[in-house]
């Protein structure tokens, strides 16, 4: 079952994208640092994934003073290619066997294009330096990207 605001967001460790050795990224090790801001997305290399990262990338100086990262089901060398091309800054992980996703946010289920049974939940997920989940927004419909009043609303939830 998905999380909820008030949950206590659990630890995780994921890889990044792979660039000779792919980087493990702890939740617990950035929220020792303070908030944490999340964005789930299903698909590398499709547009609404695309335009979603790359507002995070162009909108960068928001985060300051948190930790933000991009998360989707898929490979580190996937991952790696498709932020060759976009330059994101930030790091996207790789949650490949899709059980971070799951325990945050729930999947799309056969909803997406033939072959892919199961992706992330577009979704954008604030957690305070307390571990706390602040601010949790979800798309049941995978091409809505979040809008700059979502993002707003969790970077000054995670920062709270």
């Not at 976009?86 to 490949?96: E, G, W």
């Amino acid at each position: 079952m998905p999380l909820s605001p008030g949950d206590r967001a659990p630890d995780f460790e994921l890889y990044g994208k792979a660039a000779g050795d792919a980087p493990k990224y702890r939740l617990s090790e950035a929220l020792a640092n303070g908030g944490v801001v999340l964005q789930f997305f299903p698909l590398p290399f499709t547009g609404v994934c695309g335009a979603q990262m790359c507002s995070v990338r162009d909108n960068i100086g928001a985060y300051e003073g948190l930790t933000i990262w991009g998360v989707t089901g898929h490979y580190p060398q996937l991952i790696a290619a498709w932020d060759k091309e976009n330059d994101f800054r930030v790091p996207i992980l790789a949650d490949y066997d899709h059980e971070v996703s799951r325990e945050y946010v729930g999947l799309y289920e056969d909803v997406l294009p033939s072959g892919l049974g199961y992706c992330s939940k577009r979704s954008v997920v604030a957690i305070g330096g307390d571990g706390l989940v602040k601010y949790l927004w979800t798309t049941e419909v995978p091409g809505v990207a979040p809008d700059q009043s979502v993002v707003t609303e969790a970077i000054a939830a995670a920062r709270s």
